[in-house]
Protein backbone atom coordinates (compact mmCIF):
# COMPACT_ATOMS: atom_id res chain seq x y z
CA UNK A 1 0.00 0.00 0.00
CA UNK A 2 1.38 3.47 -1.08
CA UNK A 3 1.34 6.05 1.10
CA UNK A 4 -0.11 8.73 -1.35
CA UNK A 5 -2.93 6.83 -2.95
CA UNK A 6 -3.42 8.54 -6.18
CA UNK A 7 -6.52 11.22 -6.16
CA UNK A 8 -9.11 11.58 -8.53
CA UNK A 9 -10.93 13.93 -7.30
CA UNK A 10 -11.48 16.44 -4.22
CA UNK A 11 -14.34 17.56 -2.64
CA UNK A 12 -14.13 21.03 -1.56
CA UNK A 13 -16.48 22.95 0.43
CA UNK A 14 -17.65 26.15 -0.20
CA UNK A 15 -17.39 26.93 3.29
CA UNK A 16 -13.26 25.89 3.41
CA UNK A 17 -12.98 28.86 0.61
CA UNK A 18 -14.69 31.66 2.41
CA UNK A 19 -12.82 30.15 5.90
CA UNK A 20 -9.27 30.69 3.66
CA UNK A 21 -10.17 34.12 2.39
CA UNK A 22 -11.35 35.32 5.91
CA UNK A 23 -8.01 33.79 6.96
CA UNK A 24 -5.71 35.28 4.08
CA UNK A 25 -7.23 38.62 3.77
CA UNK A 26 -6.38 40.56 6.66
CA UNK A 27 -2.40 40.04 5.53
CA UNK A 28 -3.23 41.33 2.01
CA UNK A 29 -4.91 44.32 3.14
CA UNK A 30 -1.52 44.76 4.32
CA UNK A 31 -0.38 44.27 1.16
CA UNK A 32 1.35 40.82 2.31
CA UNK A 33 0.83 37.49 0.73
CA UNK A 34 -0.48 34.45 2.90
CA UNK A 35 -1.68 31.21 3.03
CA UNK A 36 -3.65 28.26 4.80
CA UNK A 37 -3.26 24.41 4.11
CA UNK A 38 -6.21 22.02 3.48
CA UNK A 39 -6.34 18.92 4.93
CA UNK A 40 -8.42 15.87 4.71
CA UNK A 41 -8.74 12.13 4.30
CA UNK A 42 -6.51 11.25 1.33
CA UNK A 43 -8.26 8.45 -1.04
CA UNK A 44 -9.33 8.29 -4.10
CA UNK A 45 -12.05 10.98 -3.25
CA UNK A 46 -10.75 13.37 -0.86
CA UNK A 47 -12.58 15.96 0.76
CA UNK A 48 -11.08 18.88 2.19
CA UNK A 49 -12.38 18.80 6.00
CA UNK A 50 -9.88 20.91 7.87
CA UNK A 51 -7.91 25.07 6.96
CA UNK A 52 -5.15 24.93 8.71
CA UNK A 53 -4.08 28.94 8.99
CA UNK A 54 0.11 28.66 10.49
CA UNK A 55 0.91 31.83 11.91
CA UNK A 56 3.43 33.30 14.39
CA UNK A 57 6.75 32.75 14.13
CA UNK A 58 8.07 30.78 11.46
CA UNK A 59 5.58 32.23 8.64
CA UNK A 60 6.49 35.20 7.18
CA UNK A 61 3.65 37.11 4.90
CA UNK A 62 5.43 39.75 2.71
CA UNK A 63 4.74 41.54 -0.15
CA UNK A 64 6.64 39.27 -2.34
CA UNK A 65 6.38 35.73 -0.54
CA UNK A 66 4.14 33.63 1.63
CA UNK A 67 7.13 31.17 3.74
CA UNK A 68 5.95 28.95 6.04
CA UNK A 69 8.98 27.15 8.43
CA UNK A 70 9.60 23.58 8.61
CA UNK A 71 9.05 23.78 12.27
CA UNK A 72 5.54 24.76 11.57
CA UNK A 73 4.93 22.04 9.19
CA UNK A 74 6.10 19.83 11.92
CA UNK A 75 3.54 21.67 14.12
CA UNK A 76 0.67 20.96 11.69
CA UNK A 77 1.32 16.98 11.65
CA UNK A 78 1.26 17.33 15.88
CA UNK A 79 -2.53 18.28 15.14
CA UNK A 80 -3.30 16.66 12.20
CA UNK A 81 -1.52 13.11 12.17
CA UNK A 82 -3.59 11.86 15.51
CA UNK A 83 -6.90 12.93 13.43
CA UNK A 84 -5.70 10.82 10.23
CA UNK A 85 -5.68 14.18 8.15
CA UNK A 86 -3.00 14.14 5.39
CA UNK A 87 -1.85 17.84 3.47
CA UNK A 88 -4.24 17.81 0.69
CA UNK A 89 -2.95 21.46 -0.91
CA UNK A 90 -1.43 24.22 -0.35
CA UNK A 91 -3.36 27.80 -0.66
CA UNK A 92 -1.72 31.05 -1.26
CA UNK A 93 -2.28 34.29 -2.44
CA UNK A 94 -1.06 36.50 -5.36
CA UNK A 95 -1.88 40.18 -4.68
CA UNK A 96 -1.92 40.52 -8.54
CA UNK A 97 -5.56 40.07 -10.05
CA UNK A 98 -3.88 38.68 -13.30
CA UNK A 99 -4.76 34.79 -14.07
CA UNK A 100 -2.26 32.95 -11.34
CA UNK A 101 0.65 31.47 -12.67
CA UNK A 102 3.21 29.54 -10.52
CA UNK A 103 6.44 31.17 -9.61
CA UNK A 104 10.00 29.71 -9.33
CA UNK A 105 9.28 30.16 -5.15
CA UNK A 106 6.10 28.30 -5.20
CA UNK A 107 7.35 25.61 -7.27
CA UNK A 108 9.94 24.95 -5.14
CA UNK A 109 8.05 25.10 -1.66
CA UNK A 110 5.15 23.62 -3.21
CA UNK A 111 4.26 19.66 -2.39
CA UNK A 112 5.90 17.12 -4.04
CA UNK A 113 3.58 14.52 -4.03
CA UNK A 114 1.65 12.91 -6.61
CA UNK A 115 -1.87 14.82 -6.73
CA UNK A 116 -1.17 17.42 -4.23
CA UNK A 117 -2.79 21.20 -5.27
CA UNK A 118 -1.10 24.14 -5.15
CA UNK A 119 -3.89 26.94 -5.64
CA UNK A 120 -3.53 30.35 -5.88
CA UNK A 121 -6.17 32.81 -4.45
CA UNK A 122 -5.70 36.52 -6.66
CA UNK A 123 -6.09 39.86 -5.63
CA UNK A 124 -4.72 39.38 -1.94
CA UNK A 125 -7.74 36.38 -1.40
CA UNK A 126 -10.48 39.03 -2.39
CA UNK A 127 -11.13 36.81 -5.31
CA UNK A 128 -14.55 35.12 -4.92
CA UNK A 129 -14.83 33.49 -7.94
CA UNK A 130 -13.16 30.53 -7.79
CA UNK A 131 -13.26 29.76 -11.57
CA UNK A 132 -10.56 32.46 -11.31
CA UNK A 133 -8.13 30.84 -8.59
CA UNK A 134 -5.25 29.24 -9.97
CA UNK A 135 -5.78 25.20 -9.70
CA UNK A 136 -2.29 23.27 -10.23
CA UNK A 137 -1.85 19.59 -9.47
CA UNK A 138 1.32 17.74 -8.87
CA UNK A 139 2.58 15.12 -10.61
CA UNK A 140 5.77 13.13 -12.77
CA UNK A 141 7.98 15.70 -11.12
CA UNK A 142 6.34 19.14 -11.58
CA UNK A 143 3.01 21.15 -11.36
CA UNK A 144 0.49 21.31 -14.04
CA UNK A 145 -2.38 23.90 -14.14
CA UNK A 146 -5.96 22.00 -13.82
CA UNK A 147 -7.75 23.20 -17.31
CA UNK A 148 -11.99 24.43 -16.52
CA UNK A 149 -12.92 21.10 -17.87
CA UNK A 150 -10.51 19.35 -15.77
CA UNK A 151 -11.27 20.85 -12.88
CA UNK A 152 -15.08 21.15 -13.14
CA UNK A 153 -14.64 16.83 -13.36
CA UNK A 154 -12.07 16.43 -10.61
CA UNK A 155 -13.36 18.98 -8.06
CA UNK A 156 -16.92 19.05 -6.59
CA UNK A 157 -17.58 22.01 -4.80
CA UNK A 158 -19.83 21.07 -1.79
CA UNK A 159 -22.55 22.62 0.91
CA UNK A 160 -20.74 20.27 3.47
CA UNK A 161 -18.85 22.21 6.64
CA UNK A 162 -14.85 22.24 6.84
CA UNK A 163 -13.41 22.94 10.22
CA UNK A 164 -10.41 26.26 11.26
CA UNK A 165 -7.70 25.89 12.74
CA UNK A 166 -4.96 28.21 14.07
CA UNK A 167 -1.23 26.69 14.38
CA UNK A 168 0.79 28.88 15.94
CA UNK A 169 1.13 31.97 17.92
CA UNK A 170 -1.74 34.45 17.70
CA UNK A 171 -1.15 38.05 18.02
CA UNK A 172 -3.52 39.98 20.74
CA UNK A 173 -5.23 42.59 19.83
CA UNK A 174 -3.80 46.31 20.50
CA UNK B 1 6.31 -7.46 38.05
CA UNK B 2 5.40 -6.67 34.77
CA UNK B 3 8.81 -4.63 32.83
CA UNK B 4 7.59 -1.81 31.59
CA UNK B 5 10.95 -0.14 30.56
CA UNK B 6 12.53 -0.78 27.66
CA UNK B 7 17.08 -1.69 28.19
CA UNK B 8 19.53 -1.67 26.53
CA UNK B 9 18.87 -3.58 23.17
CA UNK B 10 15.47 -3.91 24.07
CA UNK B 11 12.77 -3.12 20.92
CA UNK B 12 11.52 0.19 20.48
CA UNK B 13 8.72 0.66 18.44
CA UNK B 14 9.06 3.35 16.09
CA UNK B 15 6.30 5.52 13.77
CA UNK B 16 6.90 8.65 11.90
CA UNK B 17 4.20 10.55 10.07
CA UNK B 18 4.51 12.50 7.44
CA UNK B 19 2.29 15.48 6.67
CA UNK B 20 1.06 14.76 3.04
CA UNK B 21 0.83 10.72 4.06
CA UNK B 22 -2.27 8.52 4.63
CA UNK B 23 -0.32 5.85 6.14
CA UNK B 24 2.94 6.27 9.08
CA UNK B 25 5.70 4.10 8.64
CA UNK B 26 6.15 1.51 11.58
CA UNK B 27 8.69 -0.85 12.55
CA UNK B 28 10.70 -2.04 15.56
CA UNK B 29 14.47 -0.90 16.11
CA UNK B 30 16.82 -1.96 18.69
CA UNK B 31 17.64 0.93 21.22
CA UNK B 32 20.63 0.62 19.95
CA UNK B 33 20.05 1.57 16.33
CA UNK B 34 21.44 4.76 14.67
CA UNK B 35 18.54 7.05 14.30
CA UNK B 36 19.62 8.27 11.05
CA UNK B 37 19.22 4.13 9.98
CA UNK B 38 15.46 5.81 11.57
CA UNK B 39 15.75 8.53 8.94
CA UNK B 40 16.96 6.61 5.91
CA UNK B 41 13.87 4.17 6.12
CA UNK B 42 11.51 6.59 6.68
CA UNK B 43 12.50 8.84 3.28
CA UNK B 44 12.46 5.06 1.80
CA UNK B 45 8.74 4.45 2.83
CA UNK B 46 7.87 7.87 2.02
CA UNK B 47 9.56 7.98 -1.10
CA UNK B 48 11.91 11.29 -0.77
CA UNK B 49 15.33 11.87 -0.35
CA UNK B 50 17.88 14.98 0.68
CA UNK B 51 19.06 16.31 -2.78
CA UNK B 52 20.20 19.30 -3.97
CA UNK B 53 18.78 20.88 -6.87
CA UNK B 54 18.77 25.00 -7.69
CA UNK B 55 17.35 24.47 -4.04
CA UNK B 56 18.15 22.39 -1.30
CA UNK B 57 15.88 19.62 0.30
CA UNK B 58 16.40 18.04 3.46
CA UNK B 59 13.84 15.67 5.22
CA UNK B 60 14.85 15.58 9.25
CA UNK B 61 12.87 14.25 12.20
CA UNK B 62 11.35 15.63 14.59
CA UNK B 63 10.51 14.81 18.13
CA UNK B 64 7.98 15.93 20.31
CA UNK B 65 7.70 19.14 17.91
CA UNK B 66 11.81 19.47 18.22
CA UNK B 67 14.30 18.99 15.77
CA UNK B 68 16.57 15.67 16.15
CA UNK B 69 19.93 17.90 15.16
CA UNK B 70 21.98 14.56 15.76
CA UNK B 71 21.24 11.64 14.07
CA UNK B 72 24.10 9.79 14.48
CA UNK B 73 23.22 8.42 18.12
CA UNK B 74 21.37 5.65 18.97
CA UNK B 75 17.75 5.48 19.59
CA UNK B 76 17.81 4.99 23.26
CA UNK B 77 19.46 8.49 23.91
CA UNK B 78 16.43 10.26 22.57
CA UNK B 79 13.72 7.85 23.84
CA UNK B 80 15.59 6.88 26.96
CA UNK B 81 13.33 4.19 28.42
CA UNK B 82 10.36 4.58 26.35
CA UNK B 83 9.25 1.32 24.74
CA UNK B 84 7.49 3.60 21.95
CA UNK B 85 8.88 6.72 20.02
CA UNK B 86 6.77 8.78 17.16
CA UNK B 87 8.89 10.87 15.04
CA UNK B 88 7.56 13.29 12.29
CA UNK B 89 9.49 13.28 8.62
CA UNK B 90 9.59 17.40 7.68
CA UNK B 91 10.72 18.73 4.39
CA UNK B 92 13.43 21.43 4.51
CA UNK B 93 13.98 23.77 1.39
CA UNK B 94 16.64 25.97 1.71
CA UNK B 95 16.73 28.33 -1.60
CA UNK B 96 19.83 28.41 -3.59
CA UNK B 97 21.51 31.41 -5.05
CA UNK B 98 19.61 32.98 -8.25
Known amino acids: ?174 | MAQVEAKKGQQVKVKVDYLPATEDFEQDYSTETIVETIRTDAKSFFGVQDRQERDTYFYYLALHGERVENTNVPLTDLVKKAKAAHFSLVEQITAGGF
Open chain 1, 1 to 174: MTPFPPIERWRVPVAACELTRDAVMPAGRHGCESGVFWLGERATVSEVTAVVYPTGVGVEETPFYWSVAPEVFAAVSAWAKPRRLSLLAVVHTHLSAQRPHMSRTDRRDGLKTLDALAIIVPRAGREVDIGRWGWFVYGDGDYRELGDAERAGRVEMTARAAGFVVVGEVEEAA
